[in-house]
Structures are given as structure tokens and as C-alpha cells.
């Protein structure tokens, strides 16, 4: 299928699990394929993409749906692991800013979310305790309790990803405004067996609708 026009926002995720919530939410029935993405648009326009995980795949993702669709709105959704020791599995922070090892710093527009309190307050939505943090993406898995540790203690970051600031990157390059919402899925390494439960995407799926 070939898409023309201008669509308002792009929401791009990496994994299944995070596609599927957004597809139920936004009850997709047909998703489309071009160059090894995966997509979506729903009956308002709003475009959600696969990219797939890992920095290079999710810069090429934003690289893709920008110049397709030339959005307004980009907006980085997922699941994040936790480094502040008081998050827990369900909890959703939308970035103030996103970082990366390579000393990349980009803030994240608020715009309707500007009225959430920042860490280590929070706000209730559809269940779901939502706060303004840092999000960093590290070039390893962050898992265990010491490494969660480390990371915190030297980004000040409240939660790790592999994949924000590779599309952050892309959206300051081309003046397009970011957002990134994210729910934790994991506080332990235990926590990571569930990612791809059904638990864990009724979780992701009530946290689709806050958006």
C-alpha cells in the first residue's frame, strides 16, 4: 500500500508485544509492510511503526517515517527497564529528556504531558502511576540489580532502553518534534521472563490508552 499526505503523529515501538498493544487499542485490523517495517494508520491518521530493537534499526525507522510521512509528532513508545530502585513493573515515565553513552543529550517535548510531576512524584492514569524523568539507552542489556545501580549512579537516568535516543536523534536532525512514553517492564532479571506474557500486555495496553 502506498500512504501519500500528511499524518499528524508517528508513534514508532520496537518489539511485538508493543505493536500489538497499540493495534488493539487502536483497533487496526490491516497492518502493512515496506522496507522491513511494519505499519499501521488509524481512522485519524495516526501512523504506529516496528522498527524493530536496537539503535540502528530505530534510527532507520524514524528515518523512514519521517520522510513518508512528514509528521509533526514523533513519539517513542515502549518499554523501558527501571534504575530508580522505587519504580515498579507498570509504571510509565514520559522523558524529559533522553540521553546515550556517547554523550547525546536531546529534551523531550512535554506538550500535554507538561502538567505530570517530575520523579519521584506521580500521577495517576488508567491505572498506571505516570512521572517526568531521564531515560538513557545504554549499548548493553541493563539487568542486574548492581548494573541498575552503576547506570543510575552515573546518568541520573530513571529508566534504560536501547532504542529513544537513536529516534531522538533522527527527529532533532530533522526538526520534528519528540516525545517518548515509556512503561517499565522490568525492576529485576526475573521481571524479564514476563515481557512477553499476557499480563504484561494488558499492562501495555492500558498504558496504549493513555496516549
Request: glycine residues 6%; contains cysteine; aromatic residues 10%.
Amino acid at each position: 500500500m502506498t500512504v501519500v499526505g500528511f499524518h499528524k503523529a508517528v508513534i514508532q515501538c520496537a518489539i511485538p508485544p508493543e505493536f500489538e498493544s497499540l493495534r488493539q487499542v487502536f483497533r487496526a485490523e490491516a497492518v502493512h509492510r515496506e522496507e522491513d517495517f511494519e505499519f499501521f494508520i488509524s481512522p485519524e491518521g495516526i501512523v504506529c511503526l516496528r522498527a524493530g530493537m536496537g539503535e540502528e534499526l530505530a534510527g532507520k525507522g524514524a528515518e523512514f517515517a519521517i520522510k513518508k510521512w512528514h509528521p509533526r509528532f514523533y513519539i517513542d513508545y515502549g518499554i523501558a527497564g527501571a534504575l530508580a530502585v522505587s519504580l515498579v513493573v507498570g509504571d510509565v515515565i514520559v522523558a524529559e529528556e533522553v540521553s546515550d553513552v556517547r554523550g547525546f543529550q536531546h529534551e523531550a517535548s512535554m506538550g500535554i504531558f507538561g502538567e505530570i510531576p517530575s520523579y519521584p512524584d506521580f500521577k495517576i492514569f488508567e491505572k498506571h502511576r505516570v512521572f517526568r524523568g531521564k531515560i538513557t539507552c545504554e549499548n548493553m542489556d541493563v539487568i542486574f540489580d548492581d548494573q541498575r545501580r552503576a547506570v543510575f549512579a552515573q546518568t541520573g537516568a530513571h529508566a534504560v532502553n536501547w532504542e529513544s535516543a537513536a529516534i531522538a536523534r533522527v527527529c532533532s536532525q530533522n526538526k520534528t518534534e519528540f516525545h517518548s512514553f515509556r512503561m517499565i517492564s522490568d525492576v529485576q532479571e526475573a521481571d524479564l521472563k514476563r515481557i512477553r506474557s499476557p499480563e504484561m500486555l494488558r499492562k501495555m495496553c492500558t498504558c496504549a490508552e493513555i496516549l
